[in-house]
């Protein structure tokens, strides 16, 4: 089973698939896509390939920061969020981290490393974060991962419970990674943030990514957004060019076009309200309100011959040419749970019939 969404090419020769006739609702990446302006800058960078890239990326930082409202010393790049999310514990020598679940696999894979380990926090019955819970979890950690909103549930933190966290881990000198790379989808995502308290505070690392909200998954880049003491610590331990040439030009230009950030904004926000209000209108179906550009849902209906249930859903939606995310590789779900990301009407709707097809 696919450890990640987005592996189509598994997806191709597992199921005997065309790449053309397939739909891609397992990985969480703009639908919009790549817009020509970006494509022609990529190709134009294409000529300079043969020399490095810049290595402080001083111009891209300088267009990021601004995106986000921060200065330039207080973002590091790298290679994809993942990256980064690899490189904080080892930087900071962090050993005992708290992880809320489910959760991105890939925090308690980085809070291993290196003689680590990691605690895990379980969940109110709706997915909710058990904000006490978590408090009285703290002790004797040096980390806590948290990600809002959540990935797989696409459930938000409140901002006021997230500063209470906060304080509570200043308190008691634990490392708050800040996992914020679907903020963009979100209905509030100026508002949600916590950026503003992450330049301020030695405690708060935020995590952004262009992967999604800008689609640059297969370019690669990402963020960290901390103190500049932080910042520089991280540096540190960072390889040289850890970014490439190619996605620091799509980066530049994307950031450019205030048109692609408007359309995509509105898009999803329309496209998340339908697509819940339809998978809601399935009985075999438990759906869960989303914040971000993806929905978490559970098959609810009995097993049976051929059913959905044990995993089912996903081989018989592929086989239609409709990729979902089974979810059961994530801690506290099993095989009933499945993701579907939100993409254009016209391919929310094909994933509305496909699934009336497989569960009626």
Same mark, same amino acid.
């Given at each position: 089973?696919?450890?990640?969404?987005?592996?189509?090419?598994?997806?191709?020769?597992?199921?005997?698939?065309?790449?053309?006739?397939?739909?891609?609702?397992?990985?969480?990446?703009?639908?919009?896509?790549?817009?020509?302006?970006?494509?022609r800058?990529?190709?134009?960078?294409?000529d300079?390939?043969?020399?490095?890239p810049?290595?402080e990326?001083?111009?891209l930082?300088?267009?990021?920061?601004?995106?986000?409202?921060v200065?330039?010393?207080?973002?590091?790049?790298?290679?994809?969020?993942?990256?980064?999310?690899?490189?904080?514990?080892?930087?900071l020598? %962090? =050993? *005992?981290?708290?992880? $809320?679940? /489910?959760?991105? @696999?890939?925090?308690?894979? #980085? !809070?291993?490393l290196?003689?680590?380990?990691a605690?895990?926090?379980?969940?109110?019955?709706?997915?909710?974060l058990?904000?006490?819970?978590?408090?009285?979890?703290?002790?004797?950690?040096?980390?806590?991962?948290?990600?809002?909103?959540n990935?797989?549930?696409?459930?938000?933190?409140?901002?006021?419970d997230l500063?209470?966290?906060?304080?509570?881990?200043?308190?008691?000198?634990?490392?708050?990674?800040?996992?914020?790379?679907?903020?963009?989808?979100?209905d509030?995502?100026?508002?949600?943030?916590?950026?503003g308290?992450?330049?301020?505070?030695?405690?708060?690392?935020?995590l952004?990514?262009?992967?999604?909200?800008?689609?640059?998954?297969?370019?690669?880049?990402?963020?960290?957004?901390?103190?500049p003491?932080?910042i520089?610590r %991280? =540096? *540190?331990?960072?390889? $040289?060019? /850890?970014?490439? @040439?190619?996605?620091?030009? #799509? !980066?530049?230009?994307?950031?450019?076009?205030?048109?692609y950030?408007?359309?995509?904004?509105?898009?999803?926000?329309?496209?998340k309200?339908?697509?819940?209000?339809?998978?809601?209108?399935?009985?075999?179906?438990?759906?869960?309100?989303?914040?971000a550009?993806?929905?978490?849902?559970?098959?609810?209906?009995?097993?049976?011959?051929?059913?959905?249930?044990?995993?089912g859903?996903?081989?018989r939606?592929?086989?239609?040419?409709?990729?979902?995310?089974?979810?059961?590789?994530?801690?506290?779900?099993?095989?009933?749970f499945?993701?579907?990301a939100?993409?254009?009407?016209k391919?929310?709707?094909?994933?509305?019939?496909?699934?009336?097809?497989?569960?009626?």
């Amino acid at each position: 089973m696919d450890e990640h969404g987005g592996n189509i090419e598994q997806a191709l020769k597992q199921y005997s698939l065309v790449e053309s006739a397939v739909i891609d609702f397992s990985a969480n990446i703009n639908p919009l896509g790549i817009p020509y302006a970006v494509k022609r800058a990529v190709t134009k960078a294409m000529d300079s390939a043969h020399n490095y890239p810049e290595c402080e990326y001083l111009e891209l930082r300088k267009d990021l920061a601004a995106f986000y409202g921060v200065k330039p010393q207080n973002l590091l790049l790298d290679n994809g969020s993942v990256s980064l999310i690899y490189l904080i514990p080892r930087a900071l020598g %962090l =050993k *005992k981290a708290l992880i $809320p679940v /489910p959760a991105f @696999s890939e925090y308690e894979k #980085a !809070a291993c490393l290196s003689s680590g380990e990691a605690a895990f926090l379980k969940p109110k019955a709706d997915f909710s974060l058990d904000v006490d819970s978590l408090i009285k979890g703290l002790r004797g950690k040096d980390s806590l991962y948290l990600a809002n909103p959540n990935n797989p549930t696409s459930l938000s933190v409140d901002k006021k419970d997230l500063l209470m966290v906060l304080k509570e881990t200043k308190n008691r000198g634990v490392i708050l990674i800040l996992d914020e790379v679907f903020m963009e989808f979100s209905d509030s995502p100026r508002e949600a943030t916590l950026i503003g308290e992450a330049v301020q505070s030695q405690g708060l690392i935020i995590l952004r990514s262009m992967t999604k909200f800008f689609a640059l998954a297969g370019l690669r880049l990402g963020g960290a957004i901390a103190h500049p003491k932080v910042i520089a610590r %991280l =540096k *540190k331990y960072q390889p $040289p060019w /850890p970014v490439n @040439s190619l996605a620091v030009s #799509a !980066a530049r230009e994307f950031l450019k076009d205030k048109k692609y950030i408007r359309d995509s904004y509105k898009l999803i926000q329309e496209e998340k309200v339908f697509l819940y209000s339809q998978l809601s209108g399935f009985r075999a179906l438990q759906v869960w309100r989303p914040s971000a550009n993806f929905i978490l849902c559970q098959t609810n209906s009995p097993p049976r011959a051929g059913g959905v249930r044990g995993g089912g859903i996903r081989d018989r939606l592929a086989l239609k040419g409709i990729l979902v995310r089974d979810c059961s590789n994530f801690r506290g779900l099993d095989k009933s749970f499945f993701r579907v990301a939100v993409r254009a009407r016209k391919e929310n709707l094909k994933l509305l019939s496909r699934l009336k097809e497989v569960l009626e």
